[in-house]
């Protein structure tokens, strides 16, 4: 099944804009149907792993990559075959990234999924801010993930820790430079999620990116973080050091809420609510039990359906307002009711209400970090009850509110952008029971 996985990927980076999107349809089927069989598998000379964790994020990344073709062909964007080109290396890219085994080449593939989303945002955005946007991206990400490489380097030359598998079995036993270790691996993946304050880069790179570069970045590529904690910490005790880092990311996530309240542009509102999701994220990651891990991946799938069809419907609206103010769109959903519909919907999967795949990661990332810290309840009642507050806000002003500008405007929205909008929505409320029903 792997092999077959990677094969189609090859495929898909080489064939125009319908096989591209065939291409990742196929993979998403051969991964689901092998859903019962995903055990840790080890082939091509150790190189290639699956499990668990790897197994969801590629179905993520199939499932994202699927909708990109029709996404930039409706947004009319110019030289289309060599963007599809550059989102179907960037889909290989990540799918090895999720399969690979070793520390090192995990580090090679981490720094070089940054290229083609660099080059989708700098030739593919809206503004000539493009440039400084693109190159905040590189050199927040770049710099801080350096600590990571010679970690990476010190363990495969002097510990023999090659294989990230093994850190799962393994514990590092040096504590005299264990506090080094765990600040340097951490700072990388924390900036990359990222929690607030190592976040500057984020809300540019979303303003000024295409539509479905937003897409791709707030549901795969933020991801890359949590993946690499949850692959890496392992290796080290639980110390007094992530209580800290738990705190900072859970206040931040409040503040980062705080924002999203008053923010008037509705890609830096969902920018930074993905900074606020992120924080329970990392809160549960960082207490490293089972049910934590569990709890830390769930919300990183339910957050890349969710933040991928806000960013979808952002596009949508601006396409047709030429504008992502929420001002400026005041109405423009109540012209459309169908549309108003699968806005409502998609919000209300962000907002994590039941039966959601949001609501369920939620409730278990709570339960699994208030049990060790019960007094970070009240931060974690903070972001669900901020959540609540700034979704109802992204929903009643385009909704609800009266604009002369709305007068003469009216949103027409074309079957096949329905059809993906509500396929985002779909996925975010029955992607538990389907899940169940394949394991």
């Known amino acids: 099944m792997i092999f077959m996985t990677i094969t189609l990927a090859v495929m898909a980076t080489m064939f125009s804009v319908e096989m591209n999107a065939f291409m990742s349809v196929i993979m998403l089927t051969v991964l689901l149907l092998s859903a019962n069989s995903v055990e840790m598998t080890m082939l091509i000379g150790n190189l290639v792993a699956m499990d668990m964790y790897s197994f969801n994020l590629i179905f ?121 270790m765990v600040l340097m691996v951490i700072t990388s993946f924390l900036v990359k999620l990222p929690i607030f304050m190592g976040h500057l880069w984020l809300p540019k790179a979303h303003v000024e990116a295409p539509a479905s570069g937003s897409m791709i970045l707030a549901a795969i590529l933020l991801k890359l973080g949590g993946y690499g904690i949850m692959r890496f910490m392992p290796l080290f005790m639980p110390t007094s050091f992530f209580c800290v880092i738990i705190s900072l990311a859970l206040w931040g996530g409040v503040m980062s809420a705080l924002m999203c309240t008053q923010g008037l542009d509705m890609k830096i509102v969902v920018a930074y609510s993905s900074v606020a999701h992120m924080a329970m994220v990392i809160g549960a990651m960082l207490i490293m039990t089972q049910t934590a891990m569990v709890g830390a991946l769930i919300p990183m799938i339910a957050h890349g359906i969710s933040s991928s069809g806000l960013f979808f419907w952002v596009g949508v609206f601006s396409k047709y307002s030429n504008s992502r103010s929420l001002i400026l769109n005041k109405s423009l959903t109540s012209t459309n009711p169908m549309v108003c519909a699968a806005w409502f919907l998609i919000l209300a999967a962000g907002m994590g209400i039941p039966p959601s795949l949001n609501f369920w990661s939620e409730m278990v990332s709570i339960v699994a970090i208030c049990s060790d810290f019960w007094m970070s309840a009240i931060t974690c009642a903070l972001l669900v009850f901020l959540a609540g507050a700034y979704t109802l806000i992204l929903y009643s002003i385009p909704s609800h509110s009266f604009s002369i500008l709305s007068m003469n405007k009216k949103i027409i929205v074309l079957p096949a952008e329905k059809l993906m909008g509500f396929s985002h929505m779909i996925w975010a409320f029955l992607l538990v029971i389907m899940l169940s029903l394949l394991n």
Request: proline share 2%.
């Open 60 to 180: 993520l990344t199939l499932l994202i990559f699927s909708y990109m073709p029709f996404m930039s062909l409706f947004l009319g964007f110019t030289n289309l075959g060599t963007k599809i080109k550059l989102m179907g290396v960037l889909q290989l890219i990540l799918i090895m990234i999720f399969l690979t085994s070793k520390s090192l080449t995990f580090y090679i593939l981490f720094e070089l999924s940054l290229i083609p989303i660099f080059m989708i945002i700098a030739g593919w955005g809206y503004q000539f801010e493009r440039l400084s946007a693109s190159t905040a991206l590189i050199m927040y990400t770049v710099i801080a993930s350096l600590p990571l490489l010679v970690c990476v380097i010190w363990m495969n030359l002097y510990s023999n820790l090659i294989f990230m598998q093994m850190f799962n079995y393994l514990k590092f036993n040096e504590k005299y430079l264990m506090w080094g």
